[in-house]
């Protein structure tokens, strides 16, 4: 089948790809076109920068670790054990990313607050979560793990059978053979889809301001940093959100590359 | 044709949308005046039929930064003087004028776990949200508790600062963690413990720390209505608006 061409459906994928893209990239552009590089270094010596970039890559490799770590049994679970369970857990682990953040946030203060559901039982065991750097873990890993989980869960369909019963006849537990076989041959799919899950923990806001609060050095995410300083200077949130957009731009770099690297050894998963 | 009939369709909901927008009043407000404001765009919207009232709340300078950019609207009010001079210093409002005065005031959730009965008692509290000092509410609170430091010993303010577990971006934001019973006490505006009704314990701050808060209004230069914004700013200064004010825990200006 020819692709493209000088046909109205040819034009049409042009049209639709130059707008689309000219939108998604316009304000990212702006955000380093209206500013200089004196306002870049502004930026970086902002007072509320140091704490937040440390809190933030804190908190997101915790809360990634946390998924990936959980979301990968959970994820196997329902990719090699189809069935009624599966595609309920498999529900279940959508709604996150279906909820706006705000309202995950007041679910989270309701579920885990000094007067929620499990938050009352917490507190009798003298465990306060609100207001505290876990809070803001617990907020990222909510709002992050259905990214985790789905491409996870897609991964680890597509490894092939046959890969996993040889490896099962050769003697391996079934332990061994998820570590030899099904990690290396989902490698790719689990890489970019705890590059997506730690993208969105890092843009974290809604949940965060709600449940965990806003205070320098314990709660303050970079995003909360953002929107502080935009209520005494637009020019300080904007410097300082170019400062996060060029560090998570350089980590997605990174994590693509390690990415297409992890995909050599996982087309040919290595003998268990 | 079927892109055409969307079209049209899409036509057809955004023709009348805009015809309203036509009467459409919209005023840019403070967070903490979310319940009185409603009544008085109640009362606004009858007296002038077939005009329609939008109130956008949020901060005092998240508002001022929104209008700064260009964010369209007819009339602000806000709930400190420096968010309207800088306003003004643009040349984005009107002269301002002082409608309301507003008293902070010590709030605790209903049955006062910490035990908290005045000021003095701040430092008791296991956990304290305050405002973040860039929102009004936030810098009156240092003004409070560095003048509380006067009375109590100057370390006043530095022991209450170690318990402070939050810095909100609003008032409201503020009140909410009160009400919820995360925070043991916080100070926010006597209108908003009002709004909060039983689930908060207001406690008065000792006379001589506190502050008052002027709320001015204003017509903005790039006003829509300007007309019907200048008469929502003489609704607010009339007898009935102070009067609604006043029920909602606002002091009145009186006519000085």
């Keep these: 089948m020819k692709q493209g061409g000088p046909t109205a459906w040819g034009a049409a994928q042009a049209l639709a790809s130059v707008l689309l893209g000219a939108f998604l990239l ?7 076109s209206t500013l200089g590089w004196s306002d870049f270094l502004g930026g970086l010596r902002n007072p509320l920068l140091g704490p937040a970039l440390r809190l933030s890559l804190l908190t997101t490799a915790t809360s990634l670790a946390l998924v990936v770590g959980l979301g990968s049994l959970f994820a196997w679970r329902v990719a090699r054990n189809p069935g009624r369970l ?18 995950a946030g007041v679910g989270l203060l309701l579920a885990f607050g000094r007067r929620g559901l499990l938050g009352a039982f917490l507190e009798r065991h003298g465990i306060a979560l609100v207001f505290t750097t876990p809070a803001v873990v617990l907020a990222e890993a909510f709002v992050s793990a259905p990214f985790f989980i789905q491409a996870a869960i897609a991964a680890f369909r597509r490894v092939d059978e046959n890969l996993l019963v040889v490896a099962r006849t050769l003697g391996a537990s079934p332990f061994r053979a998820f570590v030899r076989v099904g990690l290396p041959a989902a490698a790719p799919g689990l890489v970019a889809g705890a590059a997506m899950s730690w993208a969105r923990a890092v843009g974290e806001f809604g949940a965060t301001l709600l449940f965990a609060g806003n205070l320098t050095g314990r709660t303050q995410t970079m995003p909360l940093a953002v929107y502080t300083a935009m209520e005494s200077d637009l020019r300080a949130a904007q410097s300082l959100s170019l400062v996060l957009v060029a560090i998570a731009f350089a980590l997605l770099f990174v994590l693509r590359r390690v990415a297409s690297g992890a995909a050599l050894p996982g087309t040919e998963p290595r003998r268990a | 044709m079927r892109l055409l009939c969307l079209i049209a369709l899409w036509a057809g909901f955004a023709r009348p949308a805009r015809a309203e927008a036509a009467r459409e009043l919209v005023v840019f407000a403070a967070a903490s005046l979310r319940e009185a404001f409603a009544e008085l765009g109640r009362s606004f919207e009858q007296s002038h039929p077939g005009t329609k009232v939008a109130f956008h709340l949020a901060g005092s300078q998240e508002l001022r930064t929104q209008i700064e950019n ?12 420096k968010q309207m001079q800088a306003l003004l210093d643009d040349r984005l409002a009107a002269t301002p004028r002082v409608f309301a005065r507003n008293e902070p005031v010590l709030v605790v959730p209903a049955g006062n776990p910490a ?3 005045g000021l003095e008692d701040l430092p008791e509290a296991q956990r304290i949200v305050v405002g973040a000092p860039e929102v009004p509410i936030g810098a009156y609170t240092l003004r409070i508790l560095d003048a509380a430091s006067r009375t109590y010993g100057a370390g006043f303010r530095a022991r209450v600062e170690a318990r402070v577990a939050s810095r909100e971006l609003n008032v409201r934001q503020v009140l909410a963690k009160v009400r919820l019973g995360e925070a043991d ?12 009704g039983s689930q908060v314990q207001v406690i008065p701050l000792p006379e001589g720390v506190n502050v008052v808060a002027e709320y001015p209004v204003a017509v903005l230069t790039r006003a829509k209505q300007p007309a019907l914004a200048r008469e929502f700013v003489d609704l607010l200064l009339s007898a009935p608006g102070q009067e609604k004010l006043a029920r909602f825990g606002f002091l009145t200006v009186g006519r000085k």
């Design chain 1, 26 to 32: 316009l304000p990212v552009l702006a955000l380093f």
């Design chain 1, 86 to 103: 599966s595609r309920w857990l498999e529900a279940v682990a959508q709604i996150p990313a279906v909820i706006p953040p705000a309202v």
């Design chain 2, 115 to 117: 035990g908290i009965h």
């Design chain 2, 70 to 81: 260009g964010a369209p609207g007819d009339v602000f009010a806000s709930a400190d003087q």
């Design chain 2, 185 to 196: 006490a916080a100070i926010v505006y006597r209108t908003d413990a009002a709004a909060a």
